[in-house]
């Protein structure tokens, strides 16, 4: 079974409208963190957001905001006031077993292509 | 921004000639990571550092090898490249006192003609 699914291959956005990337995950653990990160065609991955599983409020960065349902495992993505520069992959990701010790177990979405249009 | 080089950015080579990427990082984290991205699988984990020598593989570790012989530097080396190993190489680092986050480098573009 994906850990991380993300159903969305790509989505189209006006500017300055908000967008939902969506993102379900799998996982037995009960302490866990989720991620956003953002890949420009620049190519580099650029870290937007973190929720950890027992965070009771959704996190927030500026226009980013990740809408956690904890009992429906989705961590999705909320971007409001979509920008132009706004138009890139996007990774949803997950890290498993955060107070095991030592190595904790990425893993990422195959991502969603967001497209802003002017 | 996390302090994070890779080295070579662009790399263009020929099978069965041997490659070595580096990662540099100028935050003191102890973990260090190599992934590979691909269309259609998002990133893999090839390797794996938690500490200067320690080391272990991820989920896709066959025909790489990796050495971290100081905190800063992380090599990954391809010892005779293959052409199922053009990809896109990332090098991460974390550090479990300083938070969850994994900080990316930028990547190397590796083509195995």
């Known amino acids: 079974a994906q850990k991380i699914t993300q159903t969305q291959p790509g989505m189209f956005v006006q500017e300055k409208e908000a967008v939902t990337l969506d993102c379900t995950y799998d996982t037995s653990d009960q302490s866990y963190g989720l991620f956003w990160y953002k890949q420009p065609s620049s190519g580099e991955m650029i870290f937007l957001i973190y929720?950890?599983?027992?965070?009771?409020q959704n996190a927030t960065e500026g226009r980013y905001s990740l809408n956690f349902q904890k009992a429906r495992k989705s961590a999705n993505l909320v971007i409001s006031a979509s920008q132009l520069g706004d138009s890139a992959m996007y990774f949803c990701a997950m890290r498993e077993g955060l107070n095991s010790g030592g190595y904790q177990k990425v893993t990422f979405g195959t991502g969603t292509k967001l497209q802003v249009i002017p | 921004d996390a302090g994070i080089t890779q080295s070579p950015r662009h790399k263009v080579t020929e099978t069965g000639t041997p490659v070595t990427l580096r990662c540099h990082q100028t935050?003191?984290?102890?973990?260090m990571y190599w992934y590979r991205q691909d269309p259609g699988h998002g990133l893999r984990l090839i390797h794996y550092?938690?500490?200067?020598?320690?080391?272990d593989k991820g989920e896709v570790s066959d025909g790489y090898s990796v050495s971290r012989s100081k905190t800063e530097d992380f090599l990954l080396t391809l010892e005779s490249a293959t052409s199922s190993q053009t990809s896109v190489y990332f090098c991460a680092i974390s550090d479990p006192d300083r938070g969850d986050t994994q900080y990316f480098g930028p990547g190397t573009r590796l083509t195995v003609l």
């Open positions: 935050e003191n984290h102890r973990y």
């Open positions: 550092s938690y500490g200067v020598k320690d080391t």
């Open positions: 929720q950890g599983s027992y965070d009771e």
